[in-house]
């Protein structure tokens, strides 16, 4: 006899292949690799690594809104292309500087334009008609081996009106570089609510904020909405020595295209100290919520994959409430702090983690700051 539960696991396996949804990552997946390329005005912009995505490309501007605290931006200037562009970066460093020169390696003219905020930065740049440039937004201490201190937060959702209270008690904190996010911005990712997220955080937060995406970005109608406005889904960054993966997991899963690329950054930082955030935890720490992959096969295959790679720390939201765990050895938190109805009676209420790193050492610290 077949069980009810046998007959309901190949009902929904027979209503995923009927739909074609096997893969439900694929898309976001696919749409990443286009994420920072644009054409216009006799202009072809590519940021490499797609760690900004280019929000306006025309009359005269290319206006971008950053994901890395560090990126490159290469432009090629067709014959008729303008010479004088106005270049605005938005959700970068404060100390952040533009270094531009030609494929030659030539240094271009670079006029830096008042700041509108801290995390909004502008240049006039000379671009030179039929040649390729390089523009590189950085901060001056970017490449260097030093201790810094980042915080780490996740789950704002409906919680858009409030999230105010967490930056003002981020800005309390000057040693804060940046926000490294773990996924579930908005309530439901339509255009208007990541956008008043934005809004808030350019307006509140004086560090800017790198996110991947989480299953409430996945509610919207237009799938395309969160490449467009914030950028990749999953990508890797270095700062001062230390690397960055933010991982797509808003599925319930990781795509293969995108665990691909975590192979990829996982050897790069085999020997650094290595960072790796995404929003829906592989293996739930508790279990009463099931708030794992949907796979207990694949979520044991990567949280191995990361052990065996030596991932320093492991970042992640979708449950509303604070925990500190281990994943296969590696130091894991849940932090889903940043707004969302809480788990009831934990007594966490909204945070964030101070997170306190060494290039050299590893991991020195992981606080909860409390903002409630």
Not at 42 to 52: C, D, F, I, K, P
Not at 108 to 131: C, N, S
Request: glycine share 10%; with cysteine.
């Amino acid at each position: 006899m077949i069980s009810l539960k046998l007959l309901g696991a190949l009902g929904l396996a027979a209503a995923l292949l009927s739909t074609g949804c096997t893969r439900p990552s694929e898309d976001r997946a696919v749409r990443d690799t286009r994420v920072g390329q644009a054409e216009g005005e006799a202009l072809t912009v590519e940021v490499e690594g797609g760690l900004a995505s280019v929000r306006t490309l025309g009359s005269g501007a290319l206006e971008l809104w950053g994901q890395a605290p560090v990126f490159t931006v290469r432009v090629t200037a067709g014959a008729q292309a303008r010479t004088d562009w106005l270049f605005t970066v938005h959700n970068t460093m404060p100390d952040a500087a533009l270094l531009a020169v030609d494929d030659s390696g030539e240094s271009l003219a670079v006029e830096a334009l008042p700041d509108a905020h801290p995390t909004v930065k502008a240049w006039r740049v000379a671009l030179r008609p039929g040649t390729t440039a390089r523009l590189t937004v950085a901060p001056p201490d970017w490449d260097t081996r030093a201790p810094f201190r980042f915080a780490a937060l996740a789950d704002v959702q409906e919680a858009l009106s409030k999230v105010g209270d967490i930056y003002t008690r981020l800005n309390e904190d000057p040693t804060l570089r940046f926000i490294f996010f773990a996924g579930d911005l908005t309530e439901y990712g339509t255009r208007e609510q990541l956008e008043e997220f934005q809004q808030r955080l350019e307006a509140g937060s004086r560090i800017p904020l790198y996110a991947t995406l989480g299953n409430h970005e996945t509610f919207t109608d237009d799938a395309r909405i969160y490449q467009q406005l914030v950028g990749r889904g999953s990508q890797h960054f270095t700062f001062q020595g230390v690397h960055f993966s933010l991982v797509d997991s808003g599925s319930s899963t990781v795509d293969p295209l995108v665990e691909e690329q975590l192979d990829g950054w996982l050897e790069e930082a085999r020997d650094a100290v290595h960072v790796v955030a995404m929003h829906i935890p592989p293996l739930d720490p508790i279990g009463v919520r099931g708030g794992g992959f949907a796979v207990r096969g694949e979520a044991a295959g990567l949280v191995g994959k990361m052990a065996r790679a030596g991932v320093d720390l492991t970042l992640y939201g979708h449950i509303h409430s604070y925990y500190s765990f281990s994943n296969a050895g590696i130091p894991a938190f849940i932090s889903g702090g940043g707004g969302a109805i809480p788990e009831r009676f934990d007594g966490v209420g909204r945070h964030f983690l101070a997170v306190d790193v060494d290039p050299s050492v590893g991991v020195r610290d992981v606080a909860l700051v409390r903002v409630d």
